[in-house]
């Protein structure tokens, strides 16, 4: 099921239903955001971005929506599958060129 | 595969000494960006390179530099090596200065400072 909170270090959810991983940045002139699945061992992985002029965007079974006023960002994955099992970052790009991390959130399937 | 390429993968090495880290960008890649990843840490940004020219940096500490050059792999040198130093050290790419492109990265080297 959905679970929904924020800052989750770890967030477990059953293998079909849908997943939300939450993100608080700190920037309110931050203007584009990312987010990043990082599997062990690996480098991460670019999942999806969105810019700030946008509320939400869609990819294949992943969607971001970002809400400004309260500095949100969230990532949802739709019919979770064990491959989706890593840890998930959000970042920030604050002035020119600095991107900026969280700390990530690890995601595990349960069969 | 990302297209960013890391060597090595893993190195050891002891304290005091001095190491590089080698990468080389996604083909036609302008900027190169290294990251610091510890244990249960984020990402920290180092340092940012675009065409060979620095472009932006961030907690990089004195005893590490980097430098990209005209093929625009970039080497990352960390020396005076300390126990804290161990980490993942990822180098990442993007077109341009990164300006609402996403950074790719590699795979890392894992440096274990002994």
């Known amino acids: 099921g959905e679970n929904v909170g924020l800052h989750l270090p770890t967030l477990s959810v059953q293998e079909g239903d849908n997943s939300i991983i939450n993100c608080a940045y700190s920037?309110?002139?931050?203007?584009?955001f990312i987010w990043y699945k990082q599997e062990s061992g690996k480098g991460p992985q670019f999942i999806i971005d969105i810019r700030s002029n946008m509320d939400k965007r869609q990819g294949q079974r992943v969607t971001v929506l970002l809400n400004k006023t309260v500095k949100h960002l969230s990532l949802q994955i739709a019919a979770t599958q064990p491959g989706d099992s890593a840890v998930y970052f959000c970042a920030e790009r604050e002035g020119a060129q600095k991107l900026v991390f969280g700390q990530g959130t690890r995601l595990t399937i349960n069969p | 595969d990302s297209g960013v390429t890391q060597t090595p993968k893993h190195l050891i090495t002891a304290t005091g000494q001095r190491v590089t880290l080698r990468c080389s960008p996604r083909?036609?890649?302008?900027?190169v960006y290294w990251y610091q990843q510890s244990l249960d840490q984020g990402l920290q940004f180092l340092i940012q390179?675009?065409?060979?020219?620095?472009?932006a940096k961030g907690n990089i500490l004195e005893r590490f530099s980097a430098q990209q050059f005209p093929d625009l792999h970039s080497e990352l040198n960390l020396s005076s090596l300390e126990l804290g130093d161990s980490a993942l050290y990822f180098c990442?790419?993007?077109?341009?200065?990164?300006?609402?492109?996403?950074?790719?990265f590699g795979n890392g080297t894992r440096l274990t400072v002994t």
């Open positions: 990442a790419s993007s077109v341009g200065t990164g300006h609402n492109s996403p950074l790719h």
């Open positions: 390179y675009y065409n060979g020219e620095e472009r």
């Open positions: 083909s036609g890649d302008l900027s």
């Open positions: 920037n309110s002139a931050s203007d584009y």
